[in-house]
């Protein structure tokens, strides 16, 4: 997993609440199981018509927004089904940090098991947000996962909170597979005390 320390970038804002995982990935693009490529359909039924063209006026079609690294979004943000190709689609676009005031459990944990900051603020911090993100490419927002802080254009800091935990792994790039893999060594001594104790269970007669 792709390791998160610090994003500097536009913020793209969507006001709406309760975007659900449909919204965010369609259910006519979970046949894959590859994460790369569905970048293209993040927000597809807002971005797109049905003749397939863009649709000016949402907001990651606008110029300043294109490439957006942070997404300000509204209350309940991921609620609906629990798709992981939901975050799948938003880390493949380039949104590496999602702002609200509170996430839907599921999408809120799979976003941590596939790096992207999920950063839960009060009301008030997140209608300062809006009203940075709404400059566009005039106006840039940096997200310090270290320092637990984000930075807006004009100075103003907004503090948030995080697990230990899952700060840590965010910052070293790990996923369960990776929290697995460093306990490699105890396994495999595991395993070969295994295999001298029970050897059938490895298909090998008794020694």
Same mark, same amino acid.
């Given at each position: 997993?792709?390791?998160?320390?610090?994003?500097?970038?536009?913020?793209?804002?969507?006001?709406?609440?309760?975007?659900?995982?449909?919204?965010?990935?369609?259910?006519?693009?979970?046949?894959?199981?590859?994460?790369?490529?569905?970048?293209?359909?993040?927000?597809?039924?807002?971005?797109?018509?049905?003749?397939? %063209?863009?649709?000016?006026?949402?907001?990651?079609?606008?110029?300043? /927004?294109?490439?957006?690294?942070?997404?300000?979004?509204?209350?309940?943000?991921?609620?609906?089904?629990?798709?992981?190709?939901?975050?799948?689609?938003?880390?493949?676009?380039?949104?590496?940090?999602?702002?609200?005031?509170?996430? %839907?459990?599921?999408?809120?944990?799979?976003?941590?098991?596939?790096?992207?900051?999920?950063?839960?603020?009060?009301?008030?911090?997140?209608?300062?947000?809006?009203?940075? %993100?709404?400059?566009?490419?005039?106006?840039?927002?940096?997200?310090?996962?270290?320092?637990?802080?984000?930075?807006?254009?004009?100075?103003?800091?907004?503090?948030?909170?995080?697990?230990?935990?899952?700060?840590?792994?965010?910052?070293?790039?790990?996923?369960?597979?990776?929290?697995?893999?460093?306990?490699?060594?105890?396994?495999?001594?595991?395993?070969?005390?295994?295999?001298?104790?029970?050897?059938?269970? /490895?298909?090998?007669?008794?020694?």
């Amino acid at each position: 997993m792709e390791k998160f320390s610090k994003v500097t970038g536009v913020a793209a804002p969507i006001r709406s609440i309760n975007v659900d995982t449909d919204k965010i990935i369609p259910k006519q693009f979970l046949k894959t199981i590859k994460r790369e490529g569905l970048g293209q359909y993040l927000f597809n039924d807002l971005r797109y018509d049905e003749s397939g %063209a863009e649709v000016p006026d949402f907001v990651l079609n606008q110029p300043a /927004y294109r490439e957006a690294k942070i997404l300000v979004a509204g209350d309940n943000f991921g609620c609906g089904s629990s798709r992981e190709h939901a975050p799948w689609a938003i880390m493949d676009f380039g949104i590496r940090c999602v702002i609200s005031t509170s996430f %839907a459990d599921i999408f809120y944990n799979n976003c941590f098991k596939n790096g992207i900051l999920p950063i839960q603020v009060t009301p008030e911090q997140l209608e300062m947000l809006f009203d940075d %993100a709404e400059r566009g490419a005039n106006a840039t927002i940096s997200v310090d996962l270290e320092a637990q802080e984000i930075r807006g254009p004009d100075g103003g800091v907004v503090s948030f909170e995080i697990d230990p935990f899952r700060k840590h792994c965010l910052l070293e790039g790990l996923d369960d597979i990776g929290l697995t893999l460093q306990r490699k060594g105890s396994i495999d001594d595991y395993e070969d005390r295994q295999k001298l104790a029970q050897p059938w269970l /490895y298909g090998r007669a008794a020694e």
